[in-house]
């Protein structure tokens, strides 16, 4: 369904990302880990086509088509979507406007944002003056009412509670349930992985992928032993290392 081939990307004058390389499969959600600063929102942007974000080697393929020179909106069209780890707030637009703008199914549009506990923002401007977690529960009601084939989720739980964290997830869930639907999921407290099983992890530094396996295994390993040790032991891209 989606695959990036040796992709370098730079941002201003600096090269961020270093030949990565990875498969999603429908069905099959991946999620990756990283220290911070290691270029997981570059990926998620450059995947997006988003301005600045330029990429200087490498292939974009989404559904056997390479998208590396389309615009983001075509990209949109033909089913991709971004859920942002620092949501924009937009001033003027109601919550409510956008979301009958991406979806023209009322009753859907009421009840996802009864599911998200989002029925009294609705009337708000755009996650204006929206607590962080209320801004990330906007932000799932927007990408799910855009529907997109591949979502890409940049730290959905991050500031969210533990109660909501399972809404979230349980409306993840759902969506990844449907046939030809999948995700890229950036974590750091790996609560998501609880409720969006993956057998697809991969961990991000300094711009390289280096390890490739089970994310609630890699996430205990890097709980216990920090992220040094995926450099130690690990499978790395590019590199002749042994996998343990
Ligand atoms: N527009 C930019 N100009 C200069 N440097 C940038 C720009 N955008 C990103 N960077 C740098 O690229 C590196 C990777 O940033 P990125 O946001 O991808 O990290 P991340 O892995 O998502 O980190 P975090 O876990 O903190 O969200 C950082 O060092 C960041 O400062
Ligand atoms: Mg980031």
Same mark, same amino acid.
């Given at each position: 369904?989606?695959?990036?081939? *040796?992709?370098? +990307?730079?941002?201003?004058?600096?090269?961020?990302?270093? #030949?990565?390389?990875? #498969?999603?499969? %429908?069905?099959?959600?991946? +999620?990756?880990?990283?220290? #911070?600063?290691?270029?997981?929102?570059?990926?998620? /942007?450059?995947?997006?086509?988003?301005?600045?974000?330029? +990429?200087?080697?490498?292939?974009?393929?989404?559904?056997?088509?390479?998208?590396?020179?389309?615009?983001?909106?075509? $990209?949109? /069209?033909?089913?991709?979507?971004?859920?942002?780890?620092?949501?924009?707030?937009?001033?003027?637009?109601?919550?409510?406007?956008?979301?009958?703008?991406?979806?023209?199914? $009322?009753?859907?549009?009421?009840?996802?944002?009864?599911?998200? &506990?989002?029925?009294?923002?609705?009337?708000?401007?755009?996650?204006?003056?929206? &607590?962080?977690?209320?801004? /990330?529960?906007?932000?799932?009601?927007?990408?799910?009412?855009? !529907?997109? *084939?591949?979502?890409?989720? !940049?730290?959905?739980? @991050?500031? +969210?509670?533990?109660?909501?964290?399972?809404?979230?997830?349980?409306?993840? #869930?759902?969506?990844? /349930?449907?046939?030809?639907? @999948?995700?890229?999921?950036?974590?750091?407290?790996?609560?998501?992985?609880?409720?969006?099983? @993956?057998?697809?992890?991969?961990?991000?530094?300094?711009? &390289?992928?280096?390890?490739?396996?089970?994310?609630?295994?890699?996430?205990? @390993?890097?709980? %216990?032993?920090?992220? *040094? %040790?995926?450099?130690?032991?690990?499978?790395?891209?590019?590199? !002749?290392?042994?996998?343990?």
């Amino acid at each position: 369904m989606f695959e990036v081939r *040796d992709l370098s +990307v730079q941002v201003g004058t600096k090269t961020i990302l270093k #030949n990565i390389n990875f #498969n999603i499969e %429908k069905g099959v959600p991946a +999620v990756l880990f990283g220290p #911070n600063g290691s270029g997981k929102s570059t990926l998620l /942007k450059a995947i997006m086509g988003f301005e600045g974000y330029s +990429v200087l080697s490498g292939d974009i393929i989404f559904k056997g088509k390479r998208i590396n020179d389309m615009h983001t909106e075509e $990209r949109v /069209k033909m089913g991709l979507g971004i859920m942002y780890q620092h949501p924009p707030q937009i001033r003027g637009v109601k919550l409510s406007q956008i979301a009958g703008f991406l979806s023209g199914d $009322r009753e859907r549009v009421a009840a996802l944002s009864a599911k998200l &506990s989002l029925e009294n923002h609705l009337d708000r401007d755009i996650n204006l003056g929206f &607590s962080g977690g209320e801004m /990330k529960r906007s932000e799932l009601f927007q990408i799910l009412l855009q !529907d997109p *084939d591949l979502v890409l989720l !940049d730290e959905p739980e @991050s500031g +969210v509670d533990l109660e909501n964290i399972s809404i979230m997830g349980a409306a993840l #869930n759902e969506f990844l /349930k449907r046939p030809g639907k @999948s995700a890229l999921m950036i974590t750091h407290t790996g609560y998501i992985l609880d409720y969006v099983g @993956s057998q697809n992890g991969c961990v991000m530094i300094e711009g &390289s992928l280096w390890c490739v396996g089970n994310p609630k295994e890699m996430f205990e @390993s890097i709980r %216990k032993f920090g992220y *040094d %040790k995926c450099k130690e032991c690990s499978y790395v891209q590019g590199r !002749d290392h042994k996998a343990h």
